[in-house]
């Protein structure tokens, strides 16, 4: 039997849709639209075009109409809207984008791809503000290139501080720009709790980007080259790049009365079909069932939707296809450092009540003596129950990929944080330690488990501190005088044994070293010898961070 | 009760376990012996210290004697050797090279970590090569160290090509000596299949070394600086390290008894207790099973060493501690390669008669349209009734380590060849690709077990072509020009719906391209156009290097 399918959207999801749709079947009829003039771009390297990282255009361009076309044997038709879909006679219409013409396409299986859109709230003035861009495809890349190229940019601003908007401050700082930033939440990077988001805004700062953190847009004036800030002040600019996030491109879906759930995603099953059995939906447009959490959600990201392109494909063929959620594994480039995260952050599990305990180790990437290496921050989030690993997240110059990419392969495979002691990762001197950050943040939240330690986090020490506890930092005298937290003691480790007299035992001790790794070895020594040890987890660095 | 603990060696696996000995127990008796001046030193720094890469000696000190003495309130002996373990008397029996005095120490547990010592074997003249080293600690590497910066070395013989020798060669090149590896089997890194070790070895011709492989060292002459190969030939140098492999320190064990294993390894159980179950032996010295086909074997590396010797502290100390065996996850950096692996290679599946499936891919390591990526060369071997994951071998510039950490970690949580597909790795394009190259692994391996494709390997294809078969190599003519599989036919695959004709439909038909993309993809139009056709895993790369 020869199906028809009709594909709406021709890059990640639905170009990836149709090139497996081709491999498994030689028959079958395709039709791909596009209302753009370019498939198969590469929406993920745009940012560096723009800032010339990627020198050449068409490295962009990955397939043409042409060469798609004739490699697939498929009918591939850019320029072209589809504008509604006629379920009951399983046909959509599509408009012409070169002669306005409409006309009809019936389809056996139909699979939207359409992705979302960049966010433009009706803030005051933003109508009139010919500076202001957005960026999600090949004519916005070009017209933010042009207005680059040809206006002799001095200042920008990048307002929202997501991926796509730090990797756009970066390219527009290569290029000799003066970028302010401008986020109206108290941190860039959502997937990232707090502290951890903290170190990117100091490499930011480092980089020369005017940070306006937790600042909001009030309004643009003369022609946007006026941003008035909610705090009251402004920043005048050159050119605006407003990367606030995404929303679905439902209207197809909606029209069409396929439910819709969480922001505006079209709601599918775990074979990725909508309500109606002979529509399925891919991609960034799609609701996705957090995998950690089991939550719908919206996780507008490449892997996904390349993902799920090719499980509909085998769907439609008859093969055995489910999607198992998502994890929104993400990485982004930051200037020098590499920021990372696979599965919920600390904010996500606060408010969804879900129980779990945070660790905190700042191991360098390789071993210490060879050159090269640069700590890693690394948070793990756990189960303190059952070791089921949660989420992680990583801040670091070099590393960074491999670890999260570990650790969401061991969420994969349900390992615990015991398992993670057990990893058997590749080492010499250039890759890694004998123990392995991901070995390491697997024995530190082993320890919380098995009752080897007692810890507090970075937030909750100043209370600690305020209500009189005693805290002692176990760090050498000199370190102190690069800072410290204020109100701690100081006996260095290597004479804690000695001064165990000055500490009260009807008390709490409180422990504090640079990472967590003194602090856990004086708390065992406090520990067994008859003291309430806590160490401070992640130590005076990731206190520092947490203040930052 | 306050147990007294004897640890004998003083490096990875004894000081890890002394460390965590301590923090379980802070009463605890822990004497470490080691009989070199020097403890807790960094083994895999040597070669690089040497070469200057690392230019300061004291950083491959981790821990001195009186550091690591106060800090862990331990009794540390240096240049002290155990020479005899009384059982019936729970003793050890030290001499004190300073004094050589002999002396009494009993012990309630005692844990052996005597490491490897390097091979030596009687070849004719070695007595009499004072130029020859071998590298096992400190005093090796002074030696080795002075020998070049006193003697202007020109001319360097490293024999043996494993990942020592491979490190020697690079630091020594780096220093601007001409070297000649000289290797008794055909390869260099075992753990490699022929066809991978086929990169490192243009690699190194690259860089400058003289490569003479499967030719054993058959004699010294003139106090080494002539050095007889089997072949008859000779080299002529200034100095040779000998590193052809390592052998069990296992004087003490088997003088008291306790039983030897493979290659003369300490036996030990899932706990890693000797026969005595008092005597515990970690790291080098000991016989460990192999994590995927069961068997027992040697393998010398740091990460086991360390494991092994956290969870020797723990078992003493009454946790729950069992070692799972021994993947042997190993890496070394070539020059500008990084080479690794995990798991069993081909050679070894065979020998053991285990069924398996090998796929050979060569995705980049990142995003092709963004700068730095280079190929990776990516083997995977599999069940191909149940998709375990048996071994997996890469080599490339960039990106390795991250890709055989994944899947060493997708190993231990048991995941299959098709839940390499569904891993959600970091993708954006500085690190990777919406596919990562492990994804891709999966979906090439999982085509196979769902008879999605056939494949033949690169070493079956000469002798089908002798045969009279049809091999199609679907490459543009121009990519031809750079190399082929000579008897080849070329239909370019853009050109294979309308040229089907010119193939017979009643005989296989075999198709090759450069790295096995594009003959999947011819494999799946001919197939569907009732030919039978079979792929060439790889493609011609992986078939250039089989027969380099
Ligand atoms: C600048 C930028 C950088 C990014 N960087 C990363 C990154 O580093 N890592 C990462 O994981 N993700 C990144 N992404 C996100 C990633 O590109 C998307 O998640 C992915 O492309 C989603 O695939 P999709 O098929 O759902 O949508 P898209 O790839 O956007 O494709 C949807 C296509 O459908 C077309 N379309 C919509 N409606 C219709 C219609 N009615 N008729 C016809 N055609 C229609 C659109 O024109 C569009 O071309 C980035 C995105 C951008 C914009
Ligand atoms: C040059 C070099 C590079 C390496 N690179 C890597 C690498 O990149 N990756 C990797 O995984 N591994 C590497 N290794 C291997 C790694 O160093 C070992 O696997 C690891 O050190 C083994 O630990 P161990 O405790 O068993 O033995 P060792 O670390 O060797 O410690 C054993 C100690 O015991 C002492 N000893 C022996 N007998 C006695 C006795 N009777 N009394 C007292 N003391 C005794 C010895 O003097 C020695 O110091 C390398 C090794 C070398 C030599
Ligand atoms: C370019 C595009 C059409 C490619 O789709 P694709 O053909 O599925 O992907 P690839 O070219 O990577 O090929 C993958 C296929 O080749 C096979 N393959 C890859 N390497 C192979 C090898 N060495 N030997 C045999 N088969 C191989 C894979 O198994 C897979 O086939 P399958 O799905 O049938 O199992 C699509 O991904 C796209 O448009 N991408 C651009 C947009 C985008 O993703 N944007 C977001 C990121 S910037
Ligand atoms: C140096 C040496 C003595 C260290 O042993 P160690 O104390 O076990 O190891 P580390 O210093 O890495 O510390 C690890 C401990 O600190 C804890 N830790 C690490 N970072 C921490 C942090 N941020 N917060 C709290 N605890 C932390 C770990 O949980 C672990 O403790 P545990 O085993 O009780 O769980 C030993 O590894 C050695 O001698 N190595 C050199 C020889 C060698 O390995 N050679 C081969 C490779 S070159």
Redesign the interface.
């Known amino acids: 039997m020869n199906q028809k399918i009709v594909i709406v959207g021709g890059v ?1 999801g639905g170009a990836t849709a149709a090139a497996r749709l081709r ?5 079958a009829e395709i039709v791909l639209f596009e209302k753009g003039e370019y498939i198969s771009f ?1 929406n ?2 745009l940012p ?1 075009y723009i800032g010339g ?2 020198p050449q255009r068409d ?2 361009l ?1 397939q043409s109409v042409e060469g798609m076309s ?2 697939f ?1 498929m009918d591939i038709r850019n320029l072209s809207e589809v504008i509604r879909i006629d379920r009951a006679n399983k046909k959509v219409v599509i408009k012409d984008l070169r002669t306005n013409n409409e006309y009809e396409e019936s389809y056996d299986k139909l699979i939207l791809s359409p992705g979302a859109k960049p966010i433009k709230p009706a803030i005051p003035g933003i109508e009139d503000a010919n500076n202001l861009f957005t960026l999600r495809n090949i004519p916005d890349t070009d017209k933010i290139k042009s207005h680059v190229d040809t206006n002799n940019i001095k200042k920008a601003v990048v307002i929202g501080g997501g ?1 796509i908007g730090l990797e756009m401050a970066e390219n527009l700082v290569d290029l000799g720009i003066d970028v302010s930033l401008i986020e109206a939440s108290n941190q860039v990077m959502a997937p990232l709790d707090s502290e951890m988001a903290a170190m990117v805004h100091e490499h930011l700062v480092q980089k020369g980007v005017t940070l306006h953190l937790g600042d909001g847009v009030q309004s643009f004036e003369a022609n946007g080259t006026k941003v008035n800030v909610t705090s009251g002040a402004h920043v005048d600019t050159d050119m605006i790049i407003l990367s606030i996030g995404v929303t679905p491109e439902n209207t197809l879906a909606k029209d069409a009365d396929l439910a819709l759930g969480v922001r505006g995603t079209i709601v599918v099953n775990e074979h990725l079909q909508t309500e109606d059995e002979d529509i399925y939906a891919i991609g960034d447009a799609i609701q996705v069932t957090d ?1 950690v959490n089991g939550t719908p959600t919206m996780i507008p ?7 799920q392109g ?1 499980l509909v494909a085998d769907h439609i063929n008859g ?1 055995q296809a489910t999607y ?1 959620g ?8 930051v200037f020098d450092l ?1 920021v ?1 995260s ?1 599965g919920n952050n600390e904010k996500t599990l606060q408010r969804l009540n879900i129980p779990y305990r945070a660790i905190h180790i700042h191991p360098v990437s390789h ?5 090269g290496g640069a700590p890693i921050a690394l948070k793990l989030l756990f189960d303190e129950q059952t070791g089921r690993i949660l989420g992680a997240q990583a801040v670091g110059k070099t590393g960074v ?2 670890r ?3 650790i ?3 969420m ?4 615990t944080v015991h ?1 993670l ?12 330690s ?3 950050p991901v ?1 390491m943040a697997g ?1 530190v939240a082993g320890n919380i488990m ?1 009752e ?1 330690v007692e810890t507090v986090q970075w937030h909750e020490i100043d209370e600690i501190i305020a209500n009189g506890g005693i805290v002692v930092d176990v760090r050498e005298p000199i370190e102190r005088e690069a800072g410290y937290i204020s109100g701690t003691l100081n006996i260095p ?2 004479a804690i ?1 000695e001064r165990l007299t000055e500490l009260p035992k009807d008390k709490a001790i409180y422990v504090s070293c640079q990472v967590g790794l003194r602090g ?2 004086a708390s ?2 406090l520990t ?2 008859g003291y309430k040890a806590i160490n401070v987890d992640g130590g005076y660095k990731t206190y520092k961070y947490g203040h930052y």
């Not at 994969?412 to 390992?415: A, T």
């Not at 002691?421 to 890694?432: I, K, T, V």
Request: aromatic letters at 12%; hydrophobic letters at 35%.
């Open positions: 990640a491999r498994l079947n030689e028959q590469a993920c390297g560096y990282t990627i490295k962009l990955l004739k490699k044997n991926f995998y990201l490449a892997w996904p939707a390349n993902r090719r093969l198992n998502t994890m929104g594994t993400a990485i982004a480039k590499t990372a696979t071993a210490g003596y060879y050159p990929d491999k999260i990419d570990v969401a392969t061991a994969k495979g349900n390992l398992d002691q057990d990893l058997e990762l590749a080492y010499a001197p250039p890759y890694s004998a123990k392995d070995n024995y098995d080897m480790l290597g044994r856990y070895l065992r020594i067994q010898h």
